[in-house]
């Protein structure tokens, strides 16, 4: 099976294809091409015997996409995106890369289909930023997508198209609503919500982590591994129990700041948590209000899809997945 | 005040021109001036004292929508769309008229805005289609969009640019959600929903009319007179009590095909009902229970949106408005 993954460099890229790598099969499906595609060049890739096609390029490029469909992937994993910061700043990046890059992948995809009756599996990576405030606790799956930022839009409008080509029978798409990825690996950075990530995992390294939010700010996660479950999971389902309806609010932990915080000192201790500095700051709090507290994720739960159960768990695969499996 | 009409040729912009002219303002703007554009000339104008520009244009070729915004309308009725069912035979001009045209539109405001502070009221005719069965009854307000035709998925589109664009603050739009038009004046056509105003208005006038679908089908309807009514009341909205969701799901009166034909007994006499001719049609029976049986439309009630509370209302609308007020 040949497998693509657009969007290939970023950090659920990087885990998809360390997933793929070490399984060498998808359900049962073994791979033997993986083409991965970026705006930067995908790193090299150890340990795979299968071809690897790997290309630094732009969906939203005229041809781009067309180059991708050309080679006629059995599966194509959509996970590029101008991030929500960066497409709220540059209005003109975030649609050409979000809405026209995504709409020129299904495109050549349709055109394909006609031409000789192509028919992939699309895993979208679309987001719970389609869901705008007020918001309902906790969000049932029929709940309406009003997104407040650009991004939240842009992800709905592919999550529409998605639908829409997928009952035309173009290929056989899934979206999936990813809850926010905690913990997030690498260095802390300055996404809004990076304090979710920031306060658990660098104490756990012995570093300071600063939380600017009450301890009752509830919000929705879910782990690195889950996520790349979720994807691995959506390729393989079976379209035709998903029916019409081709975009899930994926399962996830709805947890408070505080809840975060004490499963921190079960799996850390105290030393840990005196790690963490309250610096409140209105504007990101504020913020928060609008984010989504939990869904009820009841059609991803009946498909099978899953999740951690508890923060202890979620700090667990972080410690096993990313510090070698002890503190 | 300039105001502008994209897709003045169809039903609903003739209807709403033809208010226009006869009331030569809205909610008290005087309107002098008149920009029309379809993509057939619309007819010449009588009876408007201001200036009349018609335009055959569509917005899907480039350079159209700059021409129409390069004469800052201060309120623009963006009506124009290739209808569900040819929207489904022909993907890409669906798609080109639909979405590309109006992205094209608003893309013009949002550079007009950036160049000159141009911030116009945009009142968009979105439509009931971007609901997809299985639908509750009624549908309240927060309920997803899950449309089941590329028409639906263009307009639930359409829906997101607005409120996006509206929250940057490039044009304070409006979008509504139009129920089916009943009763359609002119002649029967082949839309799969035509029978909902062929079985009232042709026995009206001594013809007969054939009816395909079972007398308990329930469905969602407004007078044209109505519908002209939510675009003007769309038009002169305080967008500020409306907030960042844009888009309302209108008011209308939610019927059974039996309702109807015992409102037409009630207008017209038995003589009239006995001119519906069964003709039981499975696949058009079938396609019914995908539409919409009715709304809450809570927000639009309350924001003043009204339609006709009973069927008999909205055939005595028909016959003062299309057959010169008697029988």
Known sequence: MHVAIIGAAGMLGRKLIGRIVADGAIAGHEIDRLTLLDVIAPEPLRGFAGQVDTRAADLST??????????????????????????????????????????FLFDAIR????????????IFASSIAVFGAPLPYPIPDDFHTTPLTSYG?????????????????????????????????????????????????EPLVGQEAVLPVPDTVRHWHV???????????AATLDVE????????????????????????????????????RREPDAMITRMC???????EATRALALGFTAESSFDEIIRVHIEDELGGAL
């Open 62 to 103: 005229p041809g781009e996409a067309e180059a991708l469909v050309a080679a006629r992937p059995d599966m194509i994993f959509h996970l590029a995106a101008i991030v929500s910061a960066e497409a709220e700043l540059d209005f003109d990046k975030g649609y050409r890369i979000n809405l026209d890059g995504t709409r």
């Open 111 to 122: 055109l394909a289909s006609q031409e000789d009756g192509y028919r992939p599996r699309v």
């Open 153 to 201: 839009t842009q992800k709905a409008i592919g999550e529409l198209l998605l639908s829409d080509y997928s009952r035309r029978g173009f290929f056989d798409g899934i979206g999936i609503r990813l809850p926010t990825v905690c913990i997030r690996p690498g260095k802390p950075n300055k996404a809004a919500s990076g304090f979710f990530s920031n306060i658990l995992r």
């Open 223 to 233: 782990s690195p591994r889950s996520a790349v479950g979720f994807l691995l999971h």
């Open 241 to 276: 129990g998903v029916g019409p309806r081709r975009n899930l609010s994926m399962p996830g932990l709805s947890a408070t700041v505080g809840e975060q915080i004490e499963a921190l000192r079960r799996v850390a201790g105290d030393k840990a948590v005196a790690l963490i």
């Open 289 to 295: 209000d609008g984010w989504a507290p939990g869904f």
